[in-house]
């Protein structure tokens, strides 16, 4: 048996102009990717053998697929639940120093972050980079398809229909602009300061390679 995970719980009565139903109904989900991932851990831990195994179709293909889907959900959730709502919806401090740095302005930053909003099936990402310490927007269209290794998240953003659906119909671009409104910006420069106290932690090096010694 393995140590299963549990859901965490999120402050949702902070969040303006989405609402206590969509968000529930959203979180519903995110329980279904914890669930899936206790039970896939469960069945790698007990079955000790996968004959067969190839690329095509077998038993512990389907499970590792299953895995990183899952394993994602759950963590792009809580990363996306997190950084929503609070009293701190106004950019400051050091994001938005970096955000200025590298996008010119925040309506910039606000523009681009939108646009691969809108671009992407899934998931909008605001990461800080070690291969050039700068902001990246990337996009993901599913859970595991566009993810960027070792790149440390800073924001994230659903634009599933399962985000939005019961409160805005198809009108994605409300959405996201109801979303920005509600970011969370205590929470953003919360993890930028891991990131840059895991960086000063480290040895000199390659930036690079610097996170990665530390990853593994």
Do not use: C
Request: hydrophobic share 40%.
């Amino acid at each position: 048996m393995v140590k299963e995970i549990n859901t965490k719980v999120f402050d949702f009565e902070s969040v303006n102009g989405i609402s206590m139903n969509q968000l529930t109904q959203h979180y519903k989900l995110y329980e279904g990717y914890v669930k899936k991932i206790n039970e896939i851990w469960n069945i790698l831990a007990k079955k000790k053998d996968f004959k067969g195994s190839n690329p095509t179709f077998s038993t512990l293909r389907s499970l590792k697929l299953g895995e990183s889907y899952a394993l994602n959900g759950v963590k792009l959730h809580e990363l996306y639940f997190e950084n929503l709502g609070g009293n701190s919806t106004r950019p400051f401090g050091p994001i938005l120093e970096l955000i200025i740095r590298d996008y010119g302005s925040y309506s910039d930053f606000q523009n681009r972050f939108k646009g691969v909003g809108l671009s992407m099936r899934g998931w909008a990402v605001l990461a800080i980079d070690p291969i050039d310490n700068r902001l990246h927007i990337y996009g993901q269209d599913s859970h595991d398809k566009g993810l960027v290794w070792n790149a440390f998240p800073l924001l994230i953003l659903d634009v599933y229909e399962h985000a939005y659906m019961i409160d805005f119909g198809i009108d994605r671009s409300k959405y996201i602009d109801v979303f920005m409104s509600n970011i969370n910006f205590d929470i953003v420069n919360t993890r930028l300061s891991i990131y840059n106290t895991l960086m000063s932690k480290l040895p000199p090096m390659n930036p690079m390679l610097r996170y990665h010694h530390y990853l593994i």
